[in-house]
T-cell receptor, first 113, second 114 residues
Framework: AQSVSQHNHHVILSEAASLELGCNYS??????LFWYVQYPGQHLQLLLK??????LVKGIKGFEAEFIKSKFSFNLRKPSVQWSDTAEYFC???????????FGTGTRLAVRP | DTGVSQDPRHKITKRGQNVTFRCDPI?????LYWYRQTLGQGPEFLTY????????KSRLLSDRFSAERPKGSFSTLEIQRTEQGDSAMYLC????????????FGDGTRLSIL
């Protein structure tokens, strides 16, 4: 069975700071990787996804993530955060041959204006 | 924007009562998923349907839980004889019939057991 680890549970940054959220997964086969974001009071929204090809994936709102297969990692990055990025971020994985998503425990990001 | 719709948004009930939640997926999506999320955790998979067929059930889904998707459209999740530990946010998601289609989530139903 697959598992996902998100190392940072709470992150506090000032506006314009750079962001990197860690995500590592455990699974023996080929996987699809996702980052979802949940803004306060809203539903989970897809930020970006990786299925195959270029390991550097660009998503919405200036976010990107890099898949490093040798490290089983899929870290999320943004060069300069904004107050509106305050949200909870979830890394998720599913096997390429399967459907169900396995989520990490999430990282709460607070951006100070 | 017709996203995934869940009803009700909140449900408060006494322990031992039965509850039923409804999920309406995005209309062209034929895969539908149920997840449960508790405080401080990410969503945990419960079950999923392709059209009307329930293809996988998690061990989290005890005998008190049942899910249906008649005619491959909306889905219901019923919990019988609710317990304190059932208090959680129940999330529904849908995706298109392509293995690379991402899942789109609804707002969830928050269940509180008194």
């Amino acid at each position: 069975a697959q598992s996902v680890s998100q190392h940072n549970h709470h992150v506090i940054l000032s506006e314009a700071a750079s962001l990197e959220l860690g995500c590592n997964y455990s699974y023996g086969g080929t996987v699809n990787l996702f980052w979802y974001v949940q803004y306060p009071g809203q539903h989970l929204q897809l930020l970006l996804k990786y299925f195959s090809g270029d390991p550097l994936v660009k998503g919405i709102k200036g976010f990107e993530a890099e898949f490093i297969k040798s490290k089983f990692s899929f870290n999320l990055r943004k060069p300069s955060v904004q107050w509106s990025d305050t949200a909870e971020y979830f890394c998720a994985v599913n096997p390429s041959s399967g459907d169900k998503l396995t989520f990490g425990t999430g990282t709460r990001l607070a951006v100070r204006p | 924007d017709t996203g995934v719709s869940q009803d009700p948004r909140h449900k408060i009930t006494k322990r031992g009562q039965n509850v039923t939640f409804r999920c309406d997926p995005i209309s062209e999506h034929n895969r539908l998923y149920w997840y449960r999320q508790t405080l401080g955790q990410g969503p945990e998979f419960l079950t999923y349907f392709q059209n009307e067929a329930q293809l996988e059930k998690s061990r989290l889904l005890s005998d008190r839980f049942s899910a249906e998707r008649p005619k491959g459209s909306f889905s219901t999740l019923e919990i019988q004889r609710t317990e304190q530990g059932d208090s959680a946010m129940y999330l529904c998601a849908s995706s298109s019939d392509r293995l690379t289609g991402p899942q789109h989530f609804g707002d969830g139903t928050r269940l509180s057991i008194l």
